[in-house]
């Protein structure tokens, strides 16, 4: 079975968006090779907030060829009819999900998919890119698994973020395999 990657851009002070979820901090870095990111991975699991916010940019870009599924109760078929929607986040759907990948599937976007997707022991590895801003009081990683819940984020969560790995110019790329 393939693995699910949490791949995110993290600001220096921790944090995957601004005040309001909005990504636009985070810039196209030259030395990024984006053509091999993407293909490592055939599908693009997102939650309804990170599909919609990002929707412009794949109507506008293409997808790559990747499968775009989006974790939703809300999100109608006939809003987005080029994706596939889980509306239940079950065990089993992600296990129906790395069977049918035949590479691993990036965890893309928001983190309240991350966070749920943790608590049921799916994510395989967290990989954040550190982007040289300050973006103070908006979503910080760390909270998202602490706040209200510290119990429910698990030593693994908490694990996860403490572990740097690689330095890239002038962004760090910090990696985690659980």
């Known amino acids: 079975m393939k693995r699910i ?3 995110v851009a993290m600001s220096l002070d921790g944090y995957i ?3 309001n979820g909005e990504a636009d901090w985070i810039g196209m ?3 990024v090779d984006f053509a091999q990111l993407w293909s490592r991975f055939d599908i693009l699991l ?8 990002a929707r ?9 060829g990747l499968e775009i599924v989006v974790a939703s109760r809300t999100l109608r078929r006939e809003d987005a009819p080029k994706v596939t929607i889980i509306s239940e986040l079950t065990l089993d759907a992600i296990t129906s999900l790395r069977v049918r990948a035949k590479k691993d599937i990036w965890l893309f976007g928001g983190g309240e ?5 943790l608590n049921i022991g799916a994510v395989d590895s967290v990989e954040a890119t550190v982007i040289p801003v300050l973006l103070r009081r908006a979503s910080s990683a760390a909270e998202l698994c602490a706040a209200n819940q510290p119990e429910a984020c698990g030593t693994q969560a908490l694990s996860l973020w403490k572990n740097v790995v690689k330095v890239r110019r002038p962004a760090l790329m910090c990696c985690w395999i659980g």
């Open 113 to 117: 998919l991350f966070r749920s997707i």
């Open 5 to 7: 990657c949490y791949a």
């Open 56 to 64: 412009t940019g794949f109507e506008q870009f293409g997808t790559q």
């Open 29 to 31: 870095d030259p030395d």
């Open 17 to 19: 968006a601004g005040p």
């Open 46 to 53: 997102m939650g309804r907030k990170t599909y919609e916010m």
